[in-house]
């Protein structure tokens, strides 16, 4: 599959990729944001106890009762929240702690090592840095934000060093799409569609899946900056951990709620495909990543979607049984390209577009 390739990473691109802002936040003298990071936000929000718990081990069980309720859960967190916590999943701890080591590891990196991977172009399968948004008022903002972005299936990409990265990168990707497929398979179930309907029609054999390691330092005035801005992902499903330091917040009803999720769980989403997919019945919710005075936090991100040739439109039974599409169909690889090169932060979101 060719990789998403954006030719139009430009002066004329909303996002300019920068240095680190690790060796930034570190400097004592940082009192106050500085202006090129300033986006002004309220980062408090409610709490809920609210947010969907999944059993994963039911979803797999032998016994039709469980397993029966757990689609019917997961069918419901898709359609109410969006968002849902996934426990007993399988995946060890030991393996998501190595994989915090490695990226721990990754940006502690000297400079002129790290240098090799700073993006040149939204389409590098290996890129790390900070990037600039531009809002709807044209003006520029820098995120308080390191990142780096793996493009791990169908070809697996990875720095060098350190030698744990590749290691732990490679099976945390390959256990998170196997939950990935297992979902989906619950998801076709809950629809009423065969169950090989979305491995066929997606062609998940070649499915896309991209690995992001986020870092946010301590910010001195955290209503002054932002993480990530509200947004929706593109795919089907993300997969999120993080290093027990809150900051995702998700919209539900209108208002911000904190997403925390206990230890060794997975806070996954649901994303634009796969409401596109559902023909409405399920929600890519907007989230966004807000930043504290007082503690680093870092987050690690799977996003699992269909293959990059795989044509995403509402799936025709559910079609037929609604009367109408609500979605354009389009090539995933394009959707992809399209939100790459979207207006800008705040604008009409790609999903919206696709609404006919």
């Not at 948004?133 to 390191?146: C, E, G, P």
């Not at 998801?187 to 998940?204: H, P, S």
């Not at 989403?269 to 005075?293: E, P, W």
Request: glycine share 4%; hydrophobic share 40%; aromatic share 8%.
């Amino acid at each position: 599959m060719a990789l998403p390739s954006v030719a139009a990473a430009s002066e004329h691109h909303p996002f300019e990729f920068e240095t680190a802002l690790k060796d930034l936040a570190n400097s004592s003298n940082v009192k106050s944001v500085p202006s090129k990071f300033n986006f002004i936000n309220q980062p408090t929000a409610l709490t809920s106890d609210s947010i969907p718990i999944i059993d994963f081990s039911a979803l797999t069980a032998d016994d039709p009762h469980p397993r029966s309720k757990a689609i019917h859960d997961l069918s419901k967190a898709c359609q109410e929240w969006g968002f849902f916590i996934l426990v007993n999943h399988g995946i060890p701890e030991e393996l998501m702690k190595a994989t915090f080591t490695a990226i721990t590891e990754f940006l502690s990196l000297p400079a002129a090592e790290k240098k090799q991977y700073e993006a040149k172009s939204a389409s590098d399968p290996i890129k790390c840095g900070n990037f600039n948004v531009a809002n709807t008022s044209n003006q520029i903002i820098t995120l308080w934000r390191d990142y780096l972005k793996l493009y791990v299936h169908p070809d697996f990409h990875c720095p060098e060093k350190p030698h744990l990265l590749r290691e732990v990168v490679l099976e945390y990707s390959e256990r998170t799409r196997k939950l990935a497929r297992i979902l989906l398979e619950a998801v076709c179930d809950a629809l009423e569609l065969e169950q090989d309907y979305v491995d066929q029609v997606l062609k998940l054999g070649s499915s896309f899946q991209m690995f992001a390691a986020n870092y946010y330092p301590p910010c001195p005035e955290p209503d002054q900056a932002i993480g990530l801005p509200p947004h929706t992902d593109p795919g089907l499903f993300t997969f999120l951990i993080h290093n027990g330091v809150a900051g995702l917040q998700i919209e539900h009803n209108g208002h911000w709620f904190n997403a925390d999720s206990p230890q060794n769980s997975i806070l996954v989403n649901a994303a634009d495909q796969l409401q596109i997919l559902s023909n409405g019945r399920y929600t890519s919710v907007k989230h966004r990543a807000v930043v504290n005075s007082e503690k680093e936090r870092i987050s690690i991100v799977v996003a699992n979607g269909p293959a990059g040739e795989a044509v995403v439109g509402p799936a025709a039974p559910l079609v037929q049984k609604d009367g109408h599409p609500l979605y354009r169909s389009m090539k995933y690889l394009e959707y992809l390209e399209s939100q790459l090169l979207k207006d800008r932060v705040g604008g009409k979101s790609l999903l919206e577009q696709q609404k006919i």
